[in-house]
């Protein structure tokens, strides 16, 4: 069985011997040749360059056992293909361009069917990888949520408190709705491209669906997802990674989701039982684990997978990304141990 074969069963929650295995933001600063390369070209060259792209997103592959190879690209190209550029503020985080704040601002924004034009190296990468893969692996497609989106819009970078982005949502909900119109718009356009190129599975971050208030987290965020979702060939898998949101599971099981990424906080054999059957379930060790030892991550590892034994439909992961600080060795652990595991 290849790991392509693996990951998409895994999807569809098939009986596996092990779960297949990726990690968020594989591809990053941990890899001393990810560095190297940094070094010599920024990250938005990388980004905007398919062979340079390509290169990045093989990393960890050539290092790790890994199921799937997720595209290197960032959330932040929707906005800039619209219009609001991006880049990194010197004290960490993200600067945009300006202050998304009126109608006049909103309207002025290209038109959703510009993306894929815009985003014509996405596409090119994807080829690239394809090709180069050979359907060994799984090739991992994604995009922000349109709210995850809209907040670094409207914030005007990574924020703290996120007060901007509330206060259109509560006081200019016309404003809000035409600005998440958009974005759900253009994430259509961009994931069907992503398709089209060869993408296997797309993954949805709404990495900040779990800053609004529990009862507008539908209004907010998981409307525009379940478009979006909608809008996709009948039965292509869209995994839904939504941090901060285990209260809202439920719902998003009901979103035509194929598989949840789950975060750290929750008990993911607790979540796989909790949810319907034809949903997948995708995580959920804390990333800081990785910063530890490798006995630490290879218990920690253990432990996750002896709860879900027996279980089907899991993807195991992180619960969020990995981080700079994650060492070598214990990202090796935690490899071989899910390699190794036997249902
Ligand atoms: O998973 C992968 O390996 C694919 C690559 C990927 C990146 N960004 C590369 C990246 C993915 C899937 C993303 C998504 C992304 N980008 C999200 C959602 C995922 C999440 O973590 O919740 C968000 C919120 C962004 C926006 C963004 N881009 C932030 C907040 C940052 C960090 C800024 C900082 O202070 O360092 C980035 C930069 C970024 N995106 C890096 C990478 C490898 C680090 C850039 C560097 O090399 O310095």
Redesign the pocket.
Known sequence: MTSRERFLAACAGQKLERPPLW???????YLPE?RAL?AKSS?LEMVRTPTLAMEVTLQ?LRRFALDAA???????VIPEALGQGYH??DE???GMEYRLETRAQVDALAPAHAVPDKLRYVADTLALLKQELKGSRALLG?G?SPW?LAT?MVEGG?SEEFERIKMLFYTEPAIFNALLEKLTASLVEYFKMQIAAGADAI?I?D??GGIIAGPDYEAASLRWIRQVVAAMPKDFPIIL?A?GTAPHLQDQAFTGARVLSVDWTSDLAAVRRSLPANVAVQGNLDPVLLNTTPEIVTHQTKRLLESMRGLHGHIFNLG??ITPRAKIECMQALVDTVVNWKE
């Open positions: 990690v968020m933001r594989q591809a990053g600063r990810y940094k990250f960890p997720i595209l290197f690209s960032d959330i932040l990194f503020r960490g985080g993200i994604f922000g995850t670094y990574s993954q971050f990495s900040w990674y941090k969020h990304g």
